[in-house]
């Protein structure tokens, strides 16, 4: 069996599992699942994993059971930059210390990942400019849409952050995708576009890819059909990626 990752999406996934008070029922629940990738045992993605290193961090905030969910793609780009994603449960009013500490750590220079800002349409932005010696960390709201955006208007610590607005339609990663996710882009494919608008379109390629035969697999996965033969040049595409990680 592959081994779990460890990663900050996993390690908080089996935390909120352990304060559970009830056992979580997701949909598709009842599947037994790869409990690295999540998809069904005899569909596993895992020897398909790209696990790359990025000068970018991403920090996910996520909605109560998102990390048990299945079907959650946050965990996806955790998968792929497991030394520079880190995740929380959100909270309006008891932000984790880890998290603060995060969010003011001189190394990182913070951006809050959403499309619009209301209430100061002037914190908007659609580029990544960095302060010398600053690496970006990109803040991601991971839930529902309306999840999203109650987060986005209830956390008075993002409140002072830049909020980058990504257009996909603008960006190559974004002609790759296969799966649609409803009108809004997955938290991994936001992750995949914030990669390439910050200068960094082989690993926002990468984690788009994985995140490709991962939800080509959900889904087939669902309707109980087997993966298609369209996906021989994504395994083409991941496996180059994996032949590249081993390299010196
Ligand atoms: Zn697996």
Not at 10 to 19: D, E, F, V
Not at 66 to 77: D, F, H, W
Not at 111 to 120: G, L, Q, R, S, T
Request: proline fraction near 10%.
């Amino acid at each position: 069996m592959t081994p779990v990752p460890d990663h900050a999406v996993n390690r908080l996934r089996a935390w909120r599992k352990s304060i559970s008070t009830r056992p979580f029922l997701a949909r598709g629940g009842t599947l037994p699942r790869c409990p690295a990738c999540q998809l069904r045992h005899d569909w596993c993605a895992c020897a398909w994993r790209p696990e790359l290193k990025a000068e970018a961090g991403f920090c996910l905030l996520m909605y109560d059971s998102e990390p048990m969910k299945p079907s959650n793609t946050g965990r996806l780009i955790a998968d792929v930059l497991p030394d520079s994603t880190w995740a929380f449960l959100w909270s309006r009013t008891q932000p984790h210390p880890e998290l603060l500490t995060l969010l003011t750590d001189p190394a990182w220079q913070p951006y809050v990942v959403f499309p619009d800002c209301e209430k100061d349409p002037a914190r908007v932005t659609g580029e990544v400019v960095l302060a010398p010696g600053k690496k970006p960390l990109f803040i991601l709201l991971d839930g529902t849409w309306p999840e999203a955006r109650k987060m986005f208007n209830k956390s008075p610590y993002l409140d002072g952050f830049p909020v980058l607005a990504i257009r996909p339609d603008a960006l190559s990663t974004y002609g790759m995708r296969v799966a649609n996710c409803d009108e809004h882009l997955c938290t991994a494919e936001v992750a995949a576009c914030v990669l390439e608008v910050a200068g960094q379109p082989a690993v926002g390629q990468a984690l788009q890819l994985w995140f490709n035969l991962f939800s080509s697999r959900y889904m087939a996965g669902r309707v109980s059909r087997a993966p298609g033969e369209d996906e021989a040049p994504l395994l083409q595409a991941l496996s180059a990626i994996r032949e590249r990680m081993q390299e010196p």
